[in-house]
């Protein structure tokens, strides 16, 4: 409450936080934990980040014209994320022209104008790429991707593309949709609740009070994760007495699993299920298929390869498994620790097998549950934010409107980056979040986006991204979700959707910081109106005058949506149809849920090497770092740092506080590196390490992705740890990170360790 006082003001501070994820409030700009019932929630009902995401937004400290004419991009490309992000908010749009060392004021209209005129000079559509943020509306999601199909093209790549695209290509082969199957109300009537790969602690925080709701109820918990986190050792409640006191012992069994560890770890698991025949046979005949194969695959199983590849003993897992045999309910979660492998995908899919074998879809209690970690990036899904969306949508698209969508399938985030790499990509425009930031290779990206003639991102406060941009740019300011949106001369609303399939309104309720930000959707249908003309048979300008009328064409197009409108009148809105939690039923091609088979194979590594993966310190939202504190893990002052098991620390002859650069290495033979990282002393299994991103981010490389998600691998990348200087003589060619205080550390970002 200190920093969203110091960062607001009390006035502020009261009015937002009091509104926050309130049923006539707004909802947060941070995780898509979902909210409970209407009539169930607190006064004050939000976290910690919550808090901090609010005020991030809400901050009296503005950045105007002044600013950008005072600091040059040159001088602004060499301060880090931290820094950038806490010179306030963005005050009108901005423009660096081509040749040019400063951003300079620009009107709406001419960036409108610049924006058009380069999408015409482009030889094809498909020469523009259209990036989305989780935090974007459902409103701005429709239009947005309205806009792209209306000028010809499917590259539609979004922050899901680096997060749970996994999820959705695992849960769509095996249960027919891809999203969760459960419910709020699920995770408090669960009998056993496994957290794989995830962090809610500090990721998402209220998820806390739901896991112990359930232990109230007599759950147990097992977390499977290579750190044991603070947060799923002891929840401490600062709703109830008890919180203020003791707190809550949450997790009944830890298992320090090695990274990339999770399949073989399920495989195992459903082994011994069959094995022990705690089963649901009933399920299994009605509504599975594949079992008979997936029995005589797992008959068969390697232990030997279990052990090395989960880094646990036989008699760990077999307790985990017991427990799982004994739960009559039983609920499976993750988030991206298990969706940034290269078998991600598959993993999954085992994730599925353990559920379907016990029949743990479709019934109170249990189900399969991805933690979305951004406030809509599932509802964007939904809207058609995706470069693959599926047909009968585009034909939708084409009944409702009248012209035909191309049916291509599009780029995503890493088909994005190499073609712009390749030249191939002209126009990149984001809608939203830090694109530079959060993307793998960071040399590789940086220099991509160079290569692009205009760069355009919509955006609240400064990031990395505007200062890595194309021969023109511009950044053009938007009000926040905790900001009263007038357009159009009346109170606008706009709706989110949450990880549990929830879709809700949200109106926020402070002044904006400057009379020349625009929402969303303004800037969208007035870019359109600009770029396509008043022949398009799209309304843009009635979708900009009243969001209405754009709720009213969802429910027209999307599926799921009908009286979409009235629905979100309803307090608390409604949820979406999921067939499988809703009936039972898959739409997959056999009709059924579907058991599958994957080869088991460890991830080996060379001595001497390590498996690092990437992660957020507690004082972070994705790319947004709040502070450089991480008070979960000890570390006071600093981001560049690295984990390390105490034992490896001793056998690679370093200590505690060494300062060591990470060099990565990959089939490609180039060595990337990453420099000045201060050694931390960490619990964690042996050959494991991890660094917090988006300064890691410049170790995993662009093509090292999962199969058949193009997701790329952040959380299994292979590094040595170099005495400084020492990188480039390995086995391949050398390069530094790219990245901005990859060198030594800066003024603004001391590491001091407690």
Not at 76 to 89: M, V
Not at 304 to 322: F, N, P, W, Y
Not at 388 to 415: C, M, N
Not at 425 to 453: C, L, Q, S
Request: negative net charge; proline residues 6%.
């Amino acid at each position: 409450m200190r920093r969203a006082v110091g960062q607001m003001g009390p006035v502020r501070t009261a009015s937002s936080l009091l509104r926050l994820n309130q049923v006539d409030g707004f909802d947060c700009q941070g995780c898509a934990w979902p909210d409970p019932a209407p009539g169930h929630r607190h006064t004050a009902e939000f976290c910690e980040n919550g808090a901090k995401a609010v005020a991030e937004e809400a901050t009296k400290q503005l950045l105007d014209r002044e600013f950008f004419a005072t600091h040059s991009v040159e001088d602004l490309a060499g301060r880090t994320e931290f820094w950038l992000g806490k010179q306030g908010r963005i005050t009108e749009p901005m423009v660096l022209r081509p040749g040019a060392t400063h951003y300079e004021p620009i009107s709406w209209d001419d960036a409108f104008a610049t924006i058009a005129g380069h999408l015409h000079r482009l030889d094809s559509p498909d020469q523009a790429t259209f990036y989305t943020s989780g935090k974007t509306s459902n409103e701005a999601a429709f239009v947005y991707q309205l806009f792209a199909r209306s000028l010809g093209t499917n590259n539609l790549p979004d922050c899901s593309n680096m997060c749970h695209e996994s999820s959705g290509s695992a849960l769509v082969d095996t249960i027919g949709i891809g999203k969760g199957s459960v419910s709020l109300e699920d995770v408090h009537q669960a009998k056993l609740i496994l957290v794989v790969g995830q962090n809610p602690g500090t990721n998402h925080p209220r998820m806390l009070s739901a896991l112990e709701e359930a232990k109230s109820r007599g759950a147990k918990i097992i977390a499977v994760n290579p750190l044991q986190e603070a947060g799923l050792v002891r929840f401490k409640n600062p709703q109830k007495v008890k919180g203020l006191t003791v707190g809550t012992a949450m997790a009944d069994l830890h298992l320090p699993i090695r990274l990339n560890g999770d399949l073989a770890f399920f495989q195992a698991v459903g082994s011994l299920l069959v094995e022990w025949d705690a089963l649901d046979h009933d399920f299994l005949e009605q509504y599975a298929t594949g079992f008979e194969e997936y029995a005589a695959h797992v008959a068969d199983l390697d232990w030997a390869k279990v052990e090395a590849s989960t880094g646990l003993t036989r008699e760990q897992i077999t307790e985990a498994a017991r427990m799982v045999a004994d739960s009559p309910a039983t609920i499976t979660c993750w988030a991206m620790g298990i969706t940034q492998h290269h078998n991600a995908v598959a993993t999954i899919k085992e994730i599925v097998n353990v559920a379907l074998l016990q029949g743990n879809i479709g019934k109170p209690g249990a189900g399969v549950c991805p933690v979305r970690g951004h406030s809509n990036v599932q509802g964007d899904r939904t809207m058609g934010i995706w470069e693959r969306v599926p047909d009968h949508f585009l034909d939708a698209i084409r009944d409702e409107f009248g012209f035909e969508p191309p049916r291509e399938h599009g780029l995503d985030t890493v088909g994005s980056i190499q073609a712009l790499r390749d030249g191939k990509i002209r126009v990149f425009m984001g809608m939203g979040g830090n694109f530079v930031g959060a993307a793998p290779d960071t040399e590789a990206t940086e220099a991509a986006m160079r290569n692009a003639a205009l760069t355009v991102h919509v955006s609240t406060k400064l990031n990395r991204s505007h200062v890595v941009h194309g021969s023109e740019a511009l950044i053009l300011p938007v009000l926040g979700r905790s900001e009263k949106d007038l357009t159009g001369g009346k109170v606008q609303r706009i709706t989110v959707e949450d990880s549990m399939s929830a879709v809700h309104a949200s109106h926020g309720p402070l002044d904006p910081p400057s009379e020349h930000l625009r929402s969303e959707v303004d800037i969208i249908c007035s870019l359109a109106i600009a770029t396509l003309g008043e022949g398009s048979p799209v309304p843009w300008a009635a979708f900009r005058d009243d969001y209405t009328e754009i709720r009213r064409r969802i429910a027209r197009v999307v599926p799921g949506c009908a009286s979409y409108e009235e629905k979100v009148d309803e307090p608390g809105g409604f949820v979406l149809p999921h067939p499988p939690r809703d009936n039972r039923v898959f739409e997959t091609e056999s009709g059924k849920a579907v058991l599958t088979s994957t080869p088991l194979e460890v991830l080996e590594v060379p001595r001497g090497r390590f498996l690092l993966q990437t992660m957020r310190s507690h004082d972070q939202f994705n790319t947004t770092i709040y502070g450089l504190d991480d008070r979960y893990r000890g570390v006071k002052g600093g981001r560049r740092v690295v984990f390390v098991n105490p034992d490896d620390l001793r056998d690679l002859g370093y200590a505690e506080g060494d300062v060591i650069d990470l060099v990565s290495e990959w089939k490609d033979g180039v060595e990337r590196v990453a420099r000045s990282f201060r050694i931390v002393s960490y619990d964690q299994p042996r050959g494991c390490v991890a660094a917090y991103y988006p300064e890691a981010n410049a170790l995993v490389p662009l093509d090292s992705t999962a199969e058949k998600s193009n997701q790329p691998v952040y959380k299994s990348i292979v590094v040595r740890l170099d005495r400084p200087g020492e990188a480039g003589q390995g086995t391949g060619p050398s390069r530094g990170s790219g990245a901005q205080g990859s060198g030594s550390l800066r003024d603004d970002e001391p590491t001091h360790l407690s």
